[in-house]
């Protein structure tokens, strides 16, 4: 069976120019260390252990921080029957299935490859959607595992993960001991400014990318299922009802809010500033790309009619 989630070529392409552009600023980066520092290399192996660590184990890692729990197709046979369906049409192996017991309505799928990867739905999702619009979020889910967006946005992450333990190295080193000359002093600030400018620039560019790889999921689950509106439908809910979870589970979301179907954080990021730093697009912009898609399979079935 040919797989229904085809390569997407704009979303490749976002992603290599990113990789690229990012892993220029990592060879300017390392240059400016060296120039500056004698201890980088130390920096950068813990950063690279985080990493390490971060890539091989995210799904156990954001499952325990989520209090997200492996469910068997006895425990939950309508989830499981759901993403059989969805995986045998996307010719795709089928993930781990977890569940996590919060009131917010939401997914996220984790793992570095289609082979290691969990979906993981909260029990406020289960409870809220109808079967076609838990279809379509659950096929977002799947197109992230299919494009492997989790592993490239962890990687990606590395340099802003490098350059924010600089700043606090270069903080709590002994270069701010009670000795300290002007010469350790200028070294202090260009360190401090190089990997701040270093940590703004990669995380914009994370989060552009963060942005598209949404817009990409979205249209490949509406093309997956053909029902456009049922994800549109699913969104609208779940963002209108996130505003009124408790605030507990909110502040446990947080920190996954860019690996969610919807930012764990409601507000009106689209519409100011700050939608440049936003892991989502504005809930109006995912609308209006269903739409545009419901219209074209509209007139796609009409041509076949005629």
């Not at 690279?48 to 989520?66: E, K, N, P, T």
């Not at 570095?112 to 969990?118: E, G, K, L, P, T």
């Not at 598209?212 to 509106?229: F, I, Q, V």
């Not at 996130?242 to 920190?255: C, E, V």
Request: charged share 20%.
């Amino acid at each position: 069976m040919q797989s229904r989630f085809e390569p997407d070529r704009r979303l490749t392409a976002r992603m290599a120019v990113t990789l690229f552009l990012l892993g220029l600023l990592y060879v300017i980066f390392v240059g400016a260390l060296v120039v500056l520092l004698k201890s980088w290399v130390l920096v950068v192996v813990i950063a690279g252990g985080m990493l390490w660590a971060q890539y091989w184990f995210s799904d156990r890692i954001a499952l325990y921080a989520m209090h997200g729990r492996i469910v068997t197709p006895e425990e939950e046979p309508h989830l499981h029957g759901v993403i059989d369906r969805l995986c045998a049409t996307a010719d795709m192996p089928k993930p781990e299935v977890a569940v996590s017991d919060m009131d917010l309505p939401n997914a996220f799928a984790t793992g570095r490859n289609a082979d290691h990867a969990v979906i993981c739905v909260t029990t406020g999702l289960l409870r809220r959607l109808e079967q076609d619009e838990l279809e379509g979020v659950l096929a977002h889910e799947l197109s992230h595992v299919a494009h492997r967006d989790v592993a490239v946005i962890t990687v990606a992450s590395f340099l802003g993960v490098i350059a924010g333990l600089v700043v606090r190295f270069a903080l709590y080193s002994g270069m701010l001991g009670r000795r300290r000359d002007q010469n350790t002093v200028v070294i202090l600030m260009a360190v401090i400014g190089v990997s701040a400018a270093v940590y703004a620039i990669s995380f914009l560019l994370i989060r552009a990318l963060s942005r598209y790889r949404e817009l990409a999921a979205d249209r490949a689950a509406a093309m997956l299922t053909g029902r456009p509106s049922a994800l549109a439908s699913a969104l609208t809910k779940v963002s209108g009802d996130i505003a009124r979870i408790p605030t507990k589970d909110l502040r446990t979301a947080q920190a996954f809010s860019a690996f969610y179907f919807a930012p764990a954080i409601s507000g009106e990021a689209g519409k100011t500033i700050s939608q440049l730093f936003s892991t989502h697009p504005s809930l109006e912009k995912r609308l209006e790309q269903l739409a545009s898609i419901s219209a074209r399979l509209g007139g796609q079935s009409a041509d076949q009619r005629s």
